[in-house]
């Protein structure tokens, strides 16, 4: 069963090549002039820490706020279609290593790629300022789950591999959910390992789960930005190659780092960063 589901995996990767390649040649001559190289880099780094769990979407559009590297309505399609690649990448790595109940792991994969296919739809289309204030929103909500986590007052999991009957449904309720909100800008990676851990799932069961459902409604919801030329190319471009080195070099040469001191780090950017795109939104507001 598992083989079956990589199959999918690897045949949805393909047709979100097709599209996003197809689209890249189609328009090269509109990239923007930021920076190859910072592109570069940011995406190494935050996919090399995304590998380790950290998650990417938080850090990546801190990056690109601070460095001015895209533009507050493009931020949302360009995580997903930069980001879809190495994710992949990670999920294979993870779901062949770290054994989750088969019924659990497809159901959960399904939830979340349905979620962003719906809410990729909605967002492409959004103006500036809706998306300016969703981002804030829900990097706050990212920064107040990173805090729980580290000061111990969230759930540190149990011994499951797998969820029947009631906890079934909320798992895949809440990762429906998470999917959608995931074409907002808010990563998974930090709720859904919030929702595995409540559900008293074995927290390496979270690293497949996570992993797995990101690179299912990835490619799905990025076709929709791809679509809609809601995405900035070159920043794609980018972090899509030196992203997927990234996570190589994570999973197979470093596979562990003390993160403690880097989560708080990633918590205060969080949070500035969400304030940055809420005034962003009350200042296009007061424009107007």
Known sequence: MLQAVLSALGLLTLGFSYYFVKDTVKNKHTFSNASFATLSVVGFIVNFFDTLGIGSFAPTTALFKLFKLVPDRLIPGTLN?????????EAFIFMTVIKVEPITLISMLAAATLGAVLGAGIVS??????????????????????????????PVGGEAIGLTGSKLIIGVVGNFILGALMTIGIGLYAPCMALVYALGMSPRVAFPIMMGSCAFLMPAASIKFVQEGAYDRKASVAITIFGSLGVL?????????????????????IVYTAITMLRSAIKNTEEK
Do not use: D, H, N, R
């Open 81 to 89: 279609v930069s980001m879809t690649i190495p994710v992949v990448l």
């Open 125 to 154: 289309k959004l103006p500036e300022k809706k998306i300016q204030l969703g981002m804030g929103i829900a990097l706050l909500v990212v920064a107040f789950v990173f805090v729980a986590g580290l000061l111990g007052l969230m």
């Open 249 to 269: 070099i994570a999973a197979y040469i470093v596979k562990s780092l003390p993160l403690t001191l880097l989560k708080w780090l990633v918590v205060f950017v």
